[in-house]
């Protein structure tokens, strides 16, 4: 499968358990206010492009170990985040961060530094009120099947689509923008540390990340402007600008809606990028991340 066929596949992480709480739940958030958000119908329809277009943090990770980058434990987030006191909004964004590491882990293979990440979303995911998910059992399962990277990622996977459902129904549903938001932030930062020698097909799939931008911004957007959904939209900005140097071709697929209401990828025109136009991204993106996962 090639590098940008992976870079658009359905998620299966992240952004696809998210679809529980934007699909399904109401227009409320985590302060109850409703004033300026959009529909349930219209955030769905905006998750169904995102899904369909958008890497999950897994294939993110998967596109890294494809193009041969190294795994390198000292670009992951600071295990001592789901230890510190916070609100939940910052839960939110730590627990997206920690699911693109946990990913990365996974698909290296790298148990040890898996189950530890695994461990810290368990944490923050009580404090966020759904721990019940990440249950020992969980844990365990995990810890069980360390040789099989699938089966891990099916179990990991699993668990996210039900924390999630459990956050819809708590009426928290912009907690899982933010983590969908850091989730893409945190991958795209991990596939942007080892420039030196990169692909070509790495360069493109980091280039076609501006129009999952686009996207996510107008996701988080349909939300009331909580302070925690105004500073993510604020911090994005400049990553955005730097995607301004991105220019398009012909050959590449683009995303669209037929009459029966399915999201479908056609040919369209080719996203590429610059040496110079990739590193402004790769230092964008890691301003925004190091600010993300700051310890307080």
Sequence with gaps: MSIQSLFRKGLTFTIAV?????GCGDSSTTDGSTTGEASPAQQTKKLKTIFRAAPSPMETARIIQKEGLPFNADYLCSLSLAEQDGIRTEHAIHLGLYGADVSYATIFQKNAEAL???????????ELGVGSILSEDVISRVEKNRANKDTIVTIVS???FELNQQLKDAGS??????IVAA???EGLYLATRELDGATDGLKQAIAEQKLILEDVLELIDSYSDSDAIVSMKSQLQPVL???DGVKSGEGAN??????EGVIVIRGGNELKADDETILA????IALVRNNLAKAS
Excluded: H, R
């Design 116 to 126: 530890q990440y695994l461990d810290a979303v368990k944490t923050l995911s009580k």
């Design 173 to 178: 549903n912009d907690l899982s923008g933010l």
């Design 183 to 185: 989730g893409w932030v």
């Design 18 to 22: 998210a679809a529980f709480s934007w």
């Design 241 to 243: 600008k730097a995607f």
């Design 158 to 160: 699993s668990a996210f």
């Design 281 to 284: 991204i790769s230092e964008a």
């Design 254 to 259: 683009t995303t669209s809606e037929n009459k």
